[in-house]
């Protein structure tokens, strides 16, 4: 069974604080997702990688940075936490090979920003 | 520009019933169409999909429909169960620039009542 692992349930960081939230899946896959979930929203897509030290903006990247050193592992980096990044954060993967795969997501991480 | 549109926030079956889940999109390019299911505190988990060049997936009890002239798609549960009482969201991909991305609905709470 597919695994994706977030380090966090749940965070609590003030304003103006460097932010990492981390990600680790234990399938092999290429391609790695942050989505954040806001209600009325859906899933928004932040980031994502498609190999190591690949990366490409997705919808809304501003305020966001990534980091994916290691194919199993894809860092989420709030530079400067603001109050707006307060959220339900979600990292997801898959295998690559066609817009028919799957993603298989983490249990989230809800992050309060004070 | 939402792509994907889930117009109905929220659902109420009765057990036994039907549940009809929308979806309605604006792109065509979108090749490949997927279903999340998502309980309280857990991430989406993959439901049931539906390539581009079919009209009809059926996966047990969930079937998708998909109406490409309208930019329409279904997802029916018959029977419903209380345990399918979720958020359900719909999500289009396309290959854009080599890579596919996901857009994400903004979700329909279903309510199965016993």
């Known amino acids: 069974d597919v695994k994706v692992t977030q380090s966090s349930r749940y965070l609590v960081k003030r304003t103006g604080e460097k932010v990492f939230l981390e990600c680790v899946q234990d399938?092999?896959?290429?391609?790695m997702f942050w989505y954040r979930q806001d209600p009325g929203l859906g899933l928004r897509l932040i980031y994502f990688?498609?190999?190591?030290?690949?990366?490409e903006k997705g919808d809304i990247p501003e305020g966001y940075s990534v980091s994916r050193e290691k194919k199993e592992r894809f860092s989420l980096i709030l530079e400067s936490a603001s109050t707006n990044q307060t959220s339900m954060y979600l990292c997801?993967?898959?295998?690559?090979?066609?817009?028919?795969?799957?993603?298989?997501f983490g249990d989230g991480t809800r992050l309060s920003i004070l | 520009d939402q792509q994907v549109k889930q117009n109905s926030p929220s659902l109420s079956v009765q057990e036994g019933r039907i549940s009809i889940l929308n979806c309605d999109y604006t792109n065509s390019m979108f090749d490949y169409f997927l279903w999340y299911k998502k309980y309280p505190a857990e991430g989406p988990t993959f439901l049931i999909s539906i390539s581009s060049i079919k009209d009809k997936n059926e996966d047990g009890r969930f079937t998708v429909f998909l109406n490409k002239s309208a930019k329409h798609l279904s997802l029916h549960i018959v029977p419903s169960q209380p345990g399918d009482s979720a958020v359900y969201f719909c999500a289009a991909s396309r290959v854009t620039s080599g890579t596919y991305k996901y857009i994400f609905g903004t979700g329909t709470r279903l309510k199965v009542l016993a």
């Open positions: 990688s498609y190999d190591v030290k690949m990366k």
């Open positions: 399938m092999d896959h290429e391609n």
């Open positions: 997801a993967s898959s295998f690559s090979g066609g817009s028919n795969q799957p993603q298989h």
